[in-house]
């Protein structure tokens, strides 16, 4: 599959390596699994002098030789003596960057702390020595988030304020996976783009999976995720049981019932009859897979709070794929399609709602935009979008079928909000599968 999208971060990554050519540039790029990281990497590097590092399970030992030959065949210099260190490896090539720019990418750069811990005071160390007179472009980048994270933003850790720039990778948007199958099938039906969106949730190795097998349409990318030996039957575990290591049973429990629709601490501790507060402020600050959502125009403070998975492959795999396994363990994928097949159009509304919501944050015309509910769920409206400087909110239904859109409900759900705002001018705006 050719390559997609990405032009603002290539961008910013020539950018970067530019200043280099002055100044050392310590840089780290963070993703979940899949997303494209090292794609991009390697892109943004084409036609320059970079050495590229891949932190697999093995000793420190076996590690430094990999690199040695790496420096060998891309510096074309000989290295004399035998490097039992990073530390060594590291000095040695900020010493060579203080007469030639090149760069340094080192991936799955968060597994140095699992072979050796002291690497990362190692390489502050000898950056803080040298990066006056280098002319190094570090890329380092990971894709276990609550890790790099702590790497970088934790000030209790070596390299915190170290880098000089910072890149959050995220999915490719629907505008992108629109021009994806265009290319792949030129008479897509929105149906067809919509499945893309909300099963594979933009993520470029998903994407390029559900390409190479044909499976342009709703039902056979269905078909093609769930079947036997399929990818995307273990992915959702593979992505998340290094993040969460031995409670990774509690927390796959809670992002179930979330996908299916208990989105409330309330109603998740019902079902659990355990205390969640924790496990739900992890999963939203450190491991970034919970976004925690009020309604519109409610204090900060506010307890009416509703959680919901950030990435739609994960909603998707803990909705379908977790929630049956044990239909998927016998092997009974038909009974796990039928479920699919069965309760898509009700599940794929709120990806929908998503689409448009964020489509509409991106269009950079509102101040705001977001849900709105009362207590006990009462006068739900899909989207709420203020524009403060014109005094105007668009009040926005979603619905995949349009004519089970009901503006005059809309209306008479606003109400109440709209005597909040006497100075402003409202808009009752419908939205279905055929604006997508």
Do not use: H
Not at 93 to 102: D, G
Not at 134 to 158: A, D, H, Q, T, W
Not at 403 to 409: D, E, P, Q, T
Request: aromatic residues 14%; glycine residues 4%; charged residues 30%.
């Amino acid at each position: 599959m050719k390559f997609y999208n990405r032009e603002k971060e290539l961008a910013k990554l020539q950018s970067i390596r530019e200043s280099a050519e002055e100044n050392a540039q310590m840089t780290f790029m963070v993703g979940r699994r899949r997303i494209g990281k090292t794609s991009l990497l390697l892109k943004s590097v084409e036609n320059t002098t970079f050495l590229y590092f891949f932190i697999s399970k093995k000793s420190e030992f076996l590690l430094c030789q990999d690199f040695v030959e790496e420096i060998k065949v891309k510096l074309d210099t000989e290295v004399y003596g035998t490097f039992k260190s990073f530390r060594e490896i590291f000095g040695l090539l900020l010493t060579s960057s203080k007469t030639k720019s090149f760069t340094l990418i080192i991936d799955e750069f968060q597994e140095l702390q699992f072979i050796n811990p002291s690497i990362y005071s190692e390489m502050q160390n000898l950056w803080d020595s040298f990066k006056n007179e280098s002319k190094m472009n570090l890329l380092l980048c990971g894709s276990v988030y609550s890790l790099m994270k702590r790497i970088f933003e934790s000030n209790k850790e070596p390299l915190f304020g170290r880098a000089t720039n910072k890149i959050y990778l995220k999915s490719f948007p629907i505008e992108t996976l629109k021009e994806i199958l265009r290319d792949f099938n030129p008479n897509y039906k929105n149906e067809d783009l919509l499945a893309l969106y909300a099963v594979t949730g933009g993520v470029a190795k998903y994407v390029e999976l559900v390409m190479n097998a044909k499976a342009f349409t709703f039902k056979k990318m269905i078909e093609f995720v769930v079947e036997d030996n399929s990818f995307f039957i273990e992915e959702g575990k593979n992505a998340l049981v290094i993040e969460f290591g031995k409670d990774y049973g509690n927390y796959f429990s809670i992002l179930s019932l979330i996908a299916s629709s208990k989105t409330s601490r309330q109603e998740i501790e019902s079902v659990l009859e355990m205390q969640t507060g924790g496990f739900l402020e992890r999963l939203e600050n450190e491991y970034g897979i919970l976004k925690k959502t009020r309604p519109m125009f409610a204090k900060d403070s506010g307890r009416v709070v509703k959680y919901a998975i950030e990435d739609n492959f994960l909603n998707f795999w803990f909705r379908f794929i977790y929630k049956y396994k044990s239909a998927i363990e016998i092997g009974n994928f038909e009974f796990v399609r039928e479920r699919i097949f069965e309760d898509f159009a009700t599940y794929s509304g709120n990806v929908l709602e998503k689409y448009f919501r964020q489509k509409l944050i991106d269009s950079g015309k509102y101040s705001a935009a977001g849900n709105y509910w009362e207590k006990g769920n009462k006068n739900e409206i899909d989207i709420v979008a203020m524009n403060e400087y014109e005094k105007r909110i668009d009040f926005i239904e979603v619905k995949r079928n349009p004519s089970k859109i009901n503006l005059l409900k809309l209306e008479e759900k606003a109400e109440k909000l709209c005597a909040n705002f006497p100075d402003y001018t409202f808009n009752y705006i419908a939205y279905s599968l055929e604006d997508l």
